[in-house]
């Protein structure tokens, strides 16, 4: 299959699911998905297509969150990014781990940086922050104030 027919494929097989396809370049394309849709398209690209999911990333964008799942097409020199927004007033989206474990660490970092909860994910606990870290406070949410009159931050987090 190439590029054009998987891209054909996709937009059959989801059109109930794909809120736009963007064509960034020739070896690259960002479809927009709708939330709930996630795990079944996800599934598809990876158990049926064969797609190697690279990695996930959160962006927030003040009163949504953007979460892109990162898949390479290897066959064909493709990847594919699912874009999925979340409103801040509903950070919820289902875990990608019952799809492939790869999802396990990124989601958890996810979760603790943006304050995205990825509902069935088996272990959201602490993976970068220190124990003293306040629950509620994402330090990569562009609304983050220092809670923590001494700290010194010049360094990142």
Excluded: C
């Amino acid at each position: 299959m190439n590029r054009e027919e998987l891209l054909q494929h996709l937009q059959e097989r989801f059109s109930d699911a794909i809120v736009g396809v963007y064509e960034k370049s020739a070896k690259r394309i960002y479809i927009q998905i709708q939330a709930d849709s996630l795990v079944r398209f996800a599934q598809f690209l990876f158990k049926d297509i064969g797609a190697r999911f690279n990695i996930a990333s959160g962006v927030d964008g003040r009163t949504q969150m953007e979460i892109l799942y990162h898949f390479t097409v290897e066959d064909i020199d493709l990847v594919i990014s699912l874009r999925v927004i979340l409103p801040k007033t509903q950070l919820e989206i289902a875990s990608l781990t019952s799809v492939f474990t790869a999802a396990h660490w990124i989601e958890r970092e996810i979760h603790e940086l943006l304050g995205v909860n990825f509902v069935g994910h088996p272990q959201l606990t602490r993976l970068l922050l220190p124990e003293d870290w306040p629950e509620g406070v994402y330090p990569l949410r562009k609304d983050y104030k220092e809670w923590d009159p001494n700290a010194i931050r010049d360094r990142g987090v």
